[in-house]
């Protein structure tokens, strides 16, 4: 499983996406998809979480998806932290 949100992310990841044949890719749906054996599924996490905070965003996206563990329970880590007070997280994880 990998997550990209930025182009810098991509051409780093491009080595090991293309040798990959199975998993999942989550990326950003303002980048070029790569030649990948592996399921796609792409977001809008630069639009919905700012290009500042994608990265965090795509990971709550993820595991809300994936269930691995609970989203409120980072939700909660983040909210208590000073990135909270530039950003509201959980307005936007309503939508997750």
Do not use: C, W
């Not at 290009?51 to 329970?73: C, G, W």
Request: charged share 25%; hydrophobic share 40%; aromatic share 12%.
């Amino acid at each position: 499983m990998m997550i990209i949100t930025s182009a810098d992310g991509l051409d780093f990841s491009m080595t090991t996406l293309s040798n990959k044949d199975h998993g999942e890719l989550y990326i950003d749906e303002s980048l070029a998809v790569p030649e990948t054996g592996v399921k796609i599924l792409r977001h809008p996490f630069r639009e919905k979480g700012t290009a500042r905070y994608a990265a965090l965003y795509s990971l709550m996206f993820y595991l809300s998806h994936s269930q691995v563990f609970s989203v409120k329970a980072l939700l909660d880590q983040v909210k208590s932290s000073k990135i909270s007070e530039r950003f509201d997280f959980g307005i936007i994880f309503k939508e997750i």
